[in-house]
């Protein structure tokens, strides 16, 4: 099938490569000519598993890039809009990209074509695309309305859309049903998975994925209320670790003990410094904004916001316990994307925090394995830049892991005990074993989990002047 999707950024660049890669013909539409530019020529803007190699593998054959929008929903069956809806002042979501896509598409309907939305939007968009397009002159029957959101996680993108839990279409025809499925056909009939070349299967999938028709107005807000949910579960288990931290409990054996139901589950039941990104923090302000519009006062909303905004400061305050003081402390830190396997700093939890720290008067040299060059144009020259974890401990007061990267899981910890002035971990995402990690003499510290002393330790062990006091 011809396929036009537009807007080449995250979810637009993978669903298009992606899509090539089930066989189909994809034309990939920006009006960012520097973009279009750099996609013609093999670069690949987002560091994203796998994508590299399937842009490579269908540049310039299945898939195409142009600017061109009129023509490429002239030669196409299925259009889909993955252009970005950001949040407003308000927390409502910006649909205008999508409102100039729907207009521009009206013009250049020559024939039955679906129009999708993938793009994550509130609950009745998918009326006002169907309006603007009659608006606009095009013949009721000549389209249809669908929504086919995404459940994609940065990192793991393409596989996630190759391998996923579930496909949902939102169709109020049976028509553009029928169009959906057989774009999807290459999953759901399992064939894309005997190809050789095949993106390599992850663990716990499903062969095939289950295809869920529902209405459109329920599917757009599936999308928005699994972000709630997930962002939800995170809070959760980060206000469940707070109470650990009281009492003396590991949050992780009680994650262990909550997740072994099968109701629940363990994965998102991670504690640490909070959600970031891109899609949860815009969505819940997004999904809350359309509860109000609907008369109903989502509260639980705004508390799962308020545990992951406070989550933050808790971590602060234990950086802050360790060092005592903050001003003029050399803080080595690792990660500043808002997670690992992605080079997306939006709203990451570890880049405030290297924020709120540097506001303290702290000296912070930094690395991460994809971000760093994002992450410099936010934090101008106020913080220094490592070529590897060991150098952004060297001499540090402390390290600070901000990011679940798995080669932060997996360090030469007797050379970082070496590298580091004094050997204080802060960890935010609970890499390591605090009984490990004391008996190799650092001071640990980590989410919801008691710190052990250190062997060899005094009392003061834990801030500088405890290290000072032993020599």
């Known amino acids: 099938m011809r396929i036009a999707v537009v807007g080449s950024g995250y979810v637009g660049l993978v669903a298009g490569a992606c899509f090539a890669d089930l066989g189909h013909d994809v034309v990939l539409v920006d009006n960012d000519q520097a973009k279009l530019t750099s996609l013609r020529s093999g670069q690949t803007p987002i560091h994203e598993q796998f994508l590299p190699e399937l842009l490579e ?10 600017d061109d929008l009129q023509t490429a929903v002239k030669a196409s069956a299925a259009v889909f809009i993955a252009v970005g809806t950001p949040p407003t002042e308000q927390g409502e979501a910006d649909l205008s990209y999508v409102e ?49 959101p995404e459940f994609l996680r940065e990192g793991t993108a393409v596989t996630d859309f190759l391998y996923p839990d579930r496909i949902v279409i939102g169709v109020d025809s049976e028509r553009a049903a029928s169009v959906l499925r057989q774009i ?19 663990d716990r999938a499903r062969i095939p994925p289950p295809i869920i028709v529902a209405s459109a107005k329920s599917a757009e807000l599936i999308k928005h209320a699994s972000n709630a949910f997930l962002a939800m579960k995170i809070s959760f288990i980060n206000a469940v670790s707070s109470i650990c931290e009281s009492v003396g409990a590991n949050v992780q054996q009680v994650c262990q003990g909550i997740g072994a139901d099968s109701r629940i589950g363990t994965r998102f039941l991670n504690p640490g410094i909070g959600y970031g990104g891109s899609c949860f923090p815009k969505d819940l302000m997004a999904f809350r904004s359309v509860a109000r519009e609907c008369g109903y006062e989502f509260r639980l909303l705004d508390e799962v916001m308020r545990i992951n905004e ?5 971590f602060l305050r234990k950086v802050r316990n360790a060092l005592w ?16 396997g992605t080079d ?36 101008n020259s106020s913080v220094q830049f490592a070529n590897s974890p060991y150098e952004a401990a060297s001499g540090a007061d402390a390290l600070l892991i901000l990011t679940e990267w798995e080669e932060f899981a997996t360090l030469d910890l007797k050379r ?24 190799l003499g650092f001071s640990y510290y980590s989410v919801g989990r008691a710190a052990p002393i250190a062997e060899g330790s005094t009392a003061g062990a834990g801030r500088p002047e405890g290290k000072l006091a032993q020599s």
């Open 344 to 379: 997306d700093i939006r709203e990451s939890p570890g880049l405030l925090l290297v924020q709120s720290l540097v506001q303290e008067g702290c000296v912070i040299t930094a690395y991460d394995p994809a971000a760093m060059e994002r992450a410099r144009a936010v934090l």
């Open 416 to 439: 970082l005990h070496r590298e580091l002035k004094y050997p204080i971990i802060i960890d935010g995402r609970n890499l390591y074993d605090p009984d490990t990690m004391a008996g």
């Open 57 to 66: 593998r269908h540049r310039g054959k299945r898939l195409q890039f142009s």
């Open 325 to 340: 003081t903050l001003r003029g402390k050399r803080l080595g830190v690792l990660g500043l994307a808002f997670k690992g």
């Open 184 to 202: 999807y056909t290459p999953l759901t009939d399992g064939s894309y998975y005997r190809k050789q070349d095949a993106i390599p299967q992850p």
């Open 100 to 148: 100039s896509v729907a207009r521009s598409i009206s013009g250049a309907i020559n024939g039955y074509k679906v129009v999708v939305e993938k793009s994550t939007v509130p609950v009745y968009t998918s009326d006002w695309i169907r309006k603007i397009i009659l608006r606009n002159a095009a013949a009721p029957d000549s389209f249809d309305i669908a929504s086919n």
């Open 310 to 314: 406070d989550q933050r400061h808790r």
